[in-house]
């Protein structure tokens, strides 16, 4: 017997593509928005429907949304190489509330709202970060901002009526689509491959690192046991990127150098890049903003989530070694 039907968007990136699949191995009827219907990147599931919206698009959500029990909203725009406020404003901002206002419209019992680690700021020192924490510093980025936003409108539907829960995900890395977002995966096909690596020096920065299936069964865990006008952090081990680096090596057995260079000429170098991309067009992958965010002190402690959600944590290492079997096939 299927469970209930339920709501995704952002079923084409990272968390979504795999949440969705979750979701439909555990028997829910899941209606999938996906801007193209075509996409190699939906999710290919019995229990899976796909269908052609965007959440910019309010009528496209009202339609899909229509008959839904739950709704999990995971679809974001997270690109940091982009001077555009209005792409961060229009998918985040306007997009969640276009979600938020159909849900409440068509009577969804519950919203899940997949959120960032990053809208609290940095950790202060050496005391990870809670949901209690208050923001510290101004927003480094426009996606800082406007995820913060959307958790704002979260927060004013949930006091108007509308059940819903925020989910802080911090680094997330582990099996799945290549995004993007998943920058652990890419940091360990470099150090699988490459003989050397040349890094910023400031491997002492702490973050903290979750593993795609405590992501998953997170969101899950929040419409069973959330509540609702709540936030929790959904995260895993706190680490530096020296201790990041050493995990790596040891679990792929790699020989590379790794080569650190003064964080402040590389920050110097890529802000003169910057400005010739904008002459020469060349192709940034990383921009000041990127390597800011990169290396800002992010330790955080996800007790509540475990204490209210009973959330558990897959270990550091054993989930660095079964992303480390996947990329490796």
């Not at 208050?134 to 959307?150: G, I, W």
């Not at 069973?224 to 680096?245: H, R, V």
Request: aromatic residues 10%; proline residues 3%; hydrophobic residues 35%.
């Amino acid at each position: 017997m299927k469970k209930s039907k339920v709501f995704v968007t952002g079923a084409t990136g990272y968390v979504g593509h795999q949440l969705a699949k979750k979701l439909a191995d555990e028997d829910y009827e899941v209606v999938a928005l996906v801007r193209d219907i075509d996409s190699e990147k939906i999710p290919r599931h019995n229990n899976i429907l796909p269908v052609k919206g965007d959440v910019c698009d309010f009528h496209s959500i009202e339609s899909a949304i229509d008959g839904c029990t739950y709704a999990f909203h995971t679809a974001a725009y997270t690109n940091l190489k982009c001077n555009n406020v209005d792409s961060f404003y229009n998918t985040n901002v306007r997009g969640t509330e276009n979600v938020l206002k159909a849900a409440q419209q068509t009577n969804v019992k519950k919203v899940i709202y997949s959120s960032t680690l990053s809208v609290f700021g940095p950790s202060y020192k050496d005391i990870p970060i809670t949901e209690s924490q208050p923001r510290l510093e101004s927003y480094a980025n426009d996606y800082e901002l406007t995820k913060s936003m959307a958790e704002e409108l979260v927060l004013d539907y949930e006091r108007k009526g509308l059940p819903s829960v925020i989910l802080n995900l911090s680094r997330v890395y582990g099996p799945g689509l290549k995004t993007y977002s998943n920058g652990v995966n890419k940091l360990v096909n470099m150090i699988r491959k490459n003989d050397f690596l040349i890094v910023p020096s400031k491997l002492d920065i702490v973050a903290n690192y979750v593993y795609i299936d405590d992501v998953v069964n997170a969101h899950l865990l929040a419409l069973d046991k959330g509540k609702s006008g709540e936030k929790y952090i959904i995260g895993g081990e706190n680490a530096s990127y020296n201790q990041l680096f050493k995990k790596i090596k040891s679990l792929t057995e790699s020989k590379i150098k790794i080569l650190k260079v003064n964080y402040n000429m590389v920050k110097g170098a890529l802000m003169l890049f910057y400005k010739l991309n904008g002459v020469f067009e060349f192709d940034a992958s990383v921009t000041p903003k990127v390597l800011d965010s990169l290396f800002t002190n992010r330790g955080a402690s996800c007790n509540k989530a475990i204490s209210q959600l009973e959330y558990r944590i897959t270990p550091f290492d054993l989930g660095l070694e079964r992303t480390i079997n996947f990329l490796s096939k």
